[in-house]
């Protein structure tokens, strides 16, 4: 009790005297000393299972490694491990990984009757890597507290640069109304985040993109370390770490599928591609049901 109050007093201190510097200085460079492995220079990642179970991202990510830096090579060298850089206001880089992974298999997007009917009336139009800044910006936008800093901004500014990080815009009008950013190794793309300015929008983005991407021969979309609803209305699912690695080490090893993302949905048509994958559905379910 007492060592609460004067944890408590310190605080209210810090804050007053110092605007909450101490405290910061404190969480960057000495609250996860000794709780999980502190990365050198040397692009090295620890086994998955040496993971701090007790400190958590959510309900499943578990603290592999703490610190290095956001430099291209340390992050893509962390997504090909299957590892994730998530950090937040005066914390060091915190890297973490989990027993479970959500993922999506593009050529199984769940498409509901209300996305079909909002893609049929054609309001939107799609595009890729015309407002990767724009898309980012929206994805911290009205969030106290986000994980994406502006350490992590510039590192994924700088990965769009290099090729590895795009974005998928939606417009009404010239109007920027929904979208989505990720990062693409080989044949693997880790969705980051999305937005929606209108309603359904960032499932539109999602969408369109896992059917661009079907069509491109990807695998699997990573959807992160746990699904949210909204990820699993669009039919995300959860499998364990090793089945994940065992599909994520060809998927980043496959060379370039797609050359230009700039042109991803050029003369691409969203409406006939819903329609084609809505008959392909249908028609595995009755080859299922006669045989």
């Known amino acids: 009790m007492l060592l609460k109050k004067i944890k408590t007093g310190l605080l209210k201190a810090d804050k007053f005297l110092f605007k909450g510097n101490l405290t910061g200085l404190y969480v960057r460079y000495f609250k996860y000393r000794g709780k999980a492995y502190s990365l050198t220079k040397n692009l090295y990642f620890p086994p998955h299972t040496a993971a701090n ?11 592999l490694a703490v610190g290095g830096d956001w430099t ?27 027993e479970n992974h959500c993922i ?33 910006s929206a994805c911290s936008e009205s969030r106290e507290y986000t994980w994406l800093i502006p350490e992590q901004v510039k590192a994924f500014e700088k990965l769009h640069q290099l090729g590895f990080a795009h974005s998928i815009e939606v417009w009404q009008e010239k109007k920027l109304v929904g979208g989505m950013f990720g990062i693409v190794i080989g044949a693997y793309f880790h969705a980051e985040s999305m937005f929606a300015r209108e309603s359904h929008t960032s499932k539109l983005a ?64 969203l409406r006939q591609a819903t329609q084609n994958h809505l008959t392909d559905l249908n028609d595995s379910k009755t080859k299922g049901v006669s045989n």
């Open 53 to 63: 179970k007790k400190i958590r991202l959510g309900p499943e990510g578990e603290l």
């Open 72 to 98: 291209p090579d340390r992050i893509i060298s962390g997504y090909k491990y299957g590892v994730y850089p998530v950090s937040f206001k005066n914390q060091p880089i915190l890297w973490w990984t989990s």
């Open 104 to 136: 999506m298999y593009p050529k199984e997007i769940h498409i509901s009757k209300k996305m079909s009917k909002i893609i049929r009336q054609d309001k939107y139009q799609l595009t890729s890597d015309r407002a990767f800044a724009d898309v980012v």
């Open 206 to 269: 999602f969408i369109g993109l896992s059917l661009r991407l079907a069509e491109m021969k990807f695998e699997i979309i990573d959807c992160g370390i746990w699904p949210t609803e909204h990820m699993k209305s669009l039919g995300a699912i959860v499998i364990t770490r090793d089945a994940f690695l065992e599909m994520l080490d060809p998927a980043v090893n496959a060379g370039d599928t797609i050359e230009d993302w700039s042109s991803l949905f050029e003369n691409w048509d």
